[in-house]
């Protein structure tokens, strides 16, 4: 596995915005961006493939964050534009897809250790 770290957290009010970034310690083939909320499990975010580059979204998100990626650096960030109060959560980065679900935690090897976003009424 890589070690990832994240970074960009924040509190903002609705209708803010914030970038995430993460770096890693290695090349993984995907890249993913998860969020976990107190008493609520863990969900996909956005996702992009290392090679393809080609993005892919949670429902609750499209058209508001756009992940990409700097393969040469190994960082993935995440654009969080007009946030919301239901993007509360901890964000997560994860990296080394072993499957093919894209937004699915378990089929990430690698994960940060997650950075606080905060989005008020």
């Known amino acids: 596995h890589v070690q990832l770290r994240e970074s960009g957290g924040g509190s903002v009010q609705a209708g803010g915005s914030l970038r995430l970034s993460c770096s890693a310690s290695?090349?993984?083939?995907?890249w993913g961006w998860f969020r976990q909320a107190p008493g609520k499990e863990r969900e996909g975010v956005a996702s992009?493939?290392?090679?393809?580059?080609?993005?892919y979204y949670a429902d609750s998100v499209s058209g508001r964050f756009t992940i990409s990626q700097d393969p040469a650096r190994n960082t993935v960030y995440l654009q969080m534009n007009r946030l919301k109060p239901e993007d509360t959560a901890m964000y997560y980065c994860?990296?080394?897809?072993?499957?093919?679900?894209?937004?699915?935690?378990?089929?990430?090897?690698?994960w940060g250790q997650g950075t606080q976003v905060t989005v008020s009424s």
């Open positions: 992009i493939r290392t090679a393809s580059d080609s993005p």
């Open positions: 994860a990296a080394e897809l072993t499957g093919d679900r894209l937004l699915s935690p378990g089929d990430y090897n690698s």
């Open positions: 290695g090349y993984t083939n995907c």
